[in-house]
């Protein structure tokens, strides 16, 4: 009886293997300086980490840190779709800011006794500035707060932080 033949099929080479593509990352790495800065680091010890720690340890940098930290905590209970109004409201804001300083430029005159009657019946004027002044009741209400520790005033949950 004849015995069967053992056959591997090779597979096709589709792409670099992971032996060539490591290579090429290592030639660019080099190419770009990377390598020759990852070495430096670690020749150097952990000169730049006192560096580091010593520049952040400053009250200044504290304060900078705490504070991005703060921005970050408040923009992150804003919705998208809030923040999308939020700014592109702003976007308009300045637009239309910068629109009214070429009006005056071009001569237009302050509307008067008689505009500023009118103003005070305008119900459109009222709606639109409605939201404005409660805006900057909330605003003042939050700057009337006492606030020991920011994370704990955010979360509500104590800090010795």
């Known amino acids: ?94 637009a239309e800011l910068s629109r009214e300083e070429q009006e005056e430029s071009a001569g237009n005159s302050a509307p008067g006794a008689r505009g500023a009657w009118k103003m005070l019946h305008d119900d459109e004027l009222w709606q639109s500035l409605t939201p404005i002044l409660n805006g900057m009741k909330a605003f003042s209400r939050r700057m009337e707060e006492e606030v020991d520790k920011p994370i704990s005033s955010f979360s509500g949950k104590p800090s010795d932080a």
Do not use: C
């Open 1 to 94: 009886m004849a015995k069967s033949i053992e056959y591997q099929v090779e597979p096709p080479k589709i792409g670099p293997t992971a032996e060539e593509e490591l290579q090429r990352l290592l030639q660019t790495l080099h190419e770009h300086g990377v390598l020759r800065l990852a070495n430096d680091l670690v020749a150097s010890n952990n000169e730049w980490m006192q560096v580091i720690v010593s520049g952040l340890s400053r009250k200044g940098s504290l304060n900078t840190i705490q504070n991005i930290s703060v921005l970050l905590l408040a923009l992150s209970t804003i919705p998208p779709e809030r923040m999308y109004k939020l700014a592109f409201g702003l976007r308009d804001f300045i």
